[in-house]
């Protein structure tokens, strides 16, 4: 056998080992591997469900209770705000029928940056997903008519409103150079995420048109 | 025929998260050491995942669980260098932090079950950690290098050029020294 037939055998050999050892790996996350373990899962899931719903029963008879004072109400969505996070919730009236009419194509981006792709879903939610030549992700988030919960990292980063154009934007500067930017233009909520600067954001969102 | 298409598509996707997501995760915070980041590497994942879905025949295959691993390995080494870049450091990953990534071989166990020579294990051990995915799905998988750089996103050249870097070292070993195989 030559020796490169054998070295290709070799990089079979130290593939296919590689292979069975992650299919290995992988498989003792299965529920299978563990006897008895499905049971015991979901007597934890129980508890776990009924404890949730303690806490969110407490929490909200709290927000009834103090709604104005504990959360912040922008645009049509609530937020609040813990050290570590900010939670985003949708007051929005909801209607039975998706009205995708109520989407803002982004028309402005900047110039180093290209379109990857789009991801949909109908009704609901579209995000745009585009990435510049440092692989840096700039993705637009818009929703609609949908049950929203967004939870935004609050640490390491400077909160800030602003008003651009005839929109109230409430901005997540963090340290690292990454800017989420949260900002409402009719039902729809829309959320920016990239590390650009402030004029390149400022010029999406005044480039943002409605979809046809 | 569309509507069924889609679901078995999202079927697919749906069984991935719920099969894989805490593996994943595991993985993720193994590297990166950081748990908002690693959840990040699991969402970036899931979406590439998605992108080359149609690359997925069997979801339970020891294939697909390679392929998710690799996809997930790769993203959050992409990440540890966006990272590194944002932070202005220009030093060069530290490999040591990559040692005890679970599910990976034991080169030891390796070398004596098939008897190969030490300086056939010296070579295998030196392959990095991106080599040794692009390895493994080219040989051990079976994909092709179009495949591989698109799961990669690398270029089909890079992929071609990784791999034959990685056989003509082995292949000089074993025409020098002559490695043993069993």
């Known amino acids: 056998m030559s020796s490169k037939r054998k070295a290709k055998k070799v990089m079979k050999l130290y593939g296919k080992e590689i292979i069975k050892q992650r299919a290995a790996f992988a498989d003792s996350f299965s529920e299978e591997y563990v006897p008895g373990f499905r049971k015991i899962r979901y007597k934890r899931m129980f508890k776990r469900i009924a404890l949730t719903m303690l806490i969110l029963i407490m929490t909200l008879s709290l927000i009834v209770a103090t709604a104005n004072a504990v959360g912040i109400k922008i645009f049509n969505f609530s937020f609040f705000e813990t050290s570590t996070h900010t939670e985003l919730i949708n007051e929005n009236e909801k209607t039975s029928n998706g009205n995708t009419d109520c989407y803002y194509k982004p028309t402005v981006i900047p110039d180093n940056y290209s379109f990857i792709t789009t991801d949909e879903i109908e009704g609901a939610e579209i995000n745009y997903i585009y990435e510049n030549d440092k692989k840096q992700n700039l993705v637009i988030t818009e929703s609609y008519n949908t049950d929203l919960t967004t939870m935004i990292d609050n640490e390491k980063c400077k909160i800030s409103t602003e008003v651009i154009g005839e929109n109230e934007i409430k901005i997540y500067a963090y340290e690292n150079g990454r800017s989420v930017y949260l900002l409402q233009k009719g039902k729809t909520f829309i959320m920016i995420d990239g590390t650009l600067s402030e004029t390149e954001f400022k010029e999406i969102i005044t480039g943002l048109k409605i979809k046809k | ?182």
């Open chain 2, 1 to 182: 025929m569309l509507i069924t298409l889609l679901q078995v598509i999202e079927s697919a996707i749906n069984e991935i998260v719920a099969k894989y997501k805490k593996m994943m995760t595991t993985i993720a915070r193994n590297i990166i050491k950081d748990e908002h980041l690693a959840e990040d590497i699991v969402q970036i994942s899931f979406i590439r995942i998605n992108k080359n879905l149609k690359k997925i025949d069997n979801v339970n295959s020891a294939e697909t669980k390679n392929y998710i691993i690799t996809i997930t390995r790769n993203v959050a080494f992409s990440m540890i260098k966006k990272e590194n870049k944002i932070q202005g450091n220009v030093q060069f990953i530290d490999e040591d932090r990559f040692n005890n990534i679970e599910g990976e071989i034991d080169i030891e166990v390796f070398k004596d079950k098939y008897g190969f020579n030490d300086d056939i294990v010296e070579v295998l051990s030196e392959i990095n950690e991106m080599d040794k995915d692009i390895i493994t799905l080219r040989y051990g998988a079976g994909y092709s290098c179009k495949e591989i750089a698109e799961i990669m996103e690398m270029s089909q050249n890079a992929v071609y050029k990784r791999c034959q870097r990685a056989l003509e070292k082995l292949e000089k070993v074993i025409s020098e020294k002559g490695g043993y195989i069993k």
